[in-house]
């Protein structure tokens, strides 16, 4: 089955700085790939995913870029705010199939420190 | 959270005897999954559901089952529970159509 790494397990970064969270997939098959967000005592939110047929997609200051040869995907935030501080997760899955099964990764703990 | 509302939120019982968590939606969501949170393994799938009395086994089913008699409910079960069954516990639903899944805010069990 599908197995996802992801890197680091915690990030600090200074209010204003970029934070880059890194994850590989095994499965060449996978073909969808979220990141959610998770506040303290919340469900996962989803925040972007990007699916197999594109390189890099953008909403404000959130992007995701995804290397299919590599296999991997990275979640990058820009201008990062005090709010962004939460336990993020990547995910893979296949978007075909009875039911989507979204295998995740150990998650980040991200502090923005003001 | 989309319309979902998982029970109990918090639950502390002994080992051995049975507990079933339930996640209710009010989206008419065809897929259903429940997924268990531990540190360090991030989410992992249990069971999902792809309909009425159609579920199958994912990836950490072992002494969980599940039940679906209705679209808008579905059932975890922990026949005898264990220690090890200690977790934050995810219900989650998403339509065919989308690949978005949205989660329910997650019943903490405890095993003593």
């Known amino acids: 089955g599908e197995n996802v790494e992801q890197h680091p397990s915690t990030l600090s970064v200074q209010e204003g700085d970029s934070a880059v969270i890194k994850c590989t997939y095994s499965d060449s098959a996978s073909n969808y790939f979220p990141w959610y967000k998770q506040e303290l005592g919340k469900g996962p939110q989803l925040i972007i995913d990007i699916r197999s047929n594109v390189g890099e997609k953008k909403d404000q200051r959130i992007a995701v870029t995804l290397n299919k040869t590599a296999k991997h995907f990275s979640l990058h935030i820009t201008e990062t705010q005090p709010e962004d501080s939460a336990v993020y997760f990547c995910a893979a899955s296949l978007t075909s199939g009875s039911a989507r099964q979204l295998t995740f990764g150990s998650g980040t703990q991200l502090t923005v420190l003001p | 959270d989309a319309g979902i509302t998982q029970s109990p939120r918090h639950k502390v019982t002994e080992t051995g005897t049975p507990v079933t968590l339930r996640c209710h939606q009010t989206?008419?969501?065809?897929?259903m999954y429940w997924y268990r949170q531990d540190p360090g393994h991030g989410l992992r799938l249990i069971h999902y559901?792809?309909?009425?009395?159609?579920?199958d086994k994912g990836e950490v089913s072992d002494g969980y089952s599940v039940s679906r008699s209705k679209t808008e409910d579905f059932l975890l079960t922990l026949e005898s529970a264990t220690s090890s069954q200690t977790s934050v516990y995810f219900c989650a639903i998403s339509e065919p159509k989308n690949t978005e899944a949205f989660f329910g805010q997650g019943t903490r069990l405890t095993v003593v």
């Open positions: 559901s792809y309909g009425v009395k159609d579920t």
């Open positions: 989206e008419n969501h065809r897929y």
